[in-house]
């Protein structure tokens, strides 16, 4: 089989993602606030967006067990653990999504970071703090900031 098979392939699978996203979605409509639901349509594009590059996408909303954290979605790039955070508007109208992540919404990150390379066993010099800024028009416009943040350095 050539090379057209396997894109082929690639291409039902890509299909079938987005089939199993609008999906949820639609149930979640009914589950979460529209604030939430905007969210996890934002997640869902920078989950397909990472997959996209490369990026082996490990965990979806990790949560400290106390409420104080929560990280989007954990993916490894290459040997790096990346901890990303998603940022979702319909419009940039208000200003560019990126800008709502501040300091104490780092320092959230950090914590919960913390905590999940702990329990992974994981090399805390090799993680990386990325954001990703998606607004929601036809297509969608996602823009990743690598290594946003960072209390210690990956390289």
């Known amino acids: ?42 997640e869902d594009v920078a989950h397909r967006y990472l997959r996209s590059r490369g990026l082996n996408v490990v965990a979806r909303r990790f949560r400290l067990e106390d409420g104080s954290g929560e990280i ?26 990126e800008r709502a992540v501040g300091a104490e919404k780092e320092r959230k990150l950090v ?7 702990l329990r992974a066993g994981a090399d805390w010099s090799q993680v990386r703090f990325d954001v990703i800024s998606v607004v929601l028009a036809k297509p969608p416009v996602v823009t990743h900031f690598e290594d946003a943040f960072f209390p210690g350095r990956a390289l």
């Open 111 to 117: 914590r919960a970071a913390r905590s999940y390379v």
């Open 72 to 97: 989007d979605l954990i993916a490894r790039d290459r040997n790096i653990l990346v901890f990303v955070e998603v940022k979702t508007r319909r419009t940039d109208s208000y200003g560019a999504p």
């Open 1 to 42: 089989m050539g090379a057209g098979g396997s894109e082929s392939r690639l291409k039902s699978w890509q299909l079938l993602g987005r089939a199993g996203d609008k999906a949820r979605q639609w149930r979640e409509r009914f589950e979460l606030t529209p604030t939430q639901a905007l969210g996890r349509k934002g």
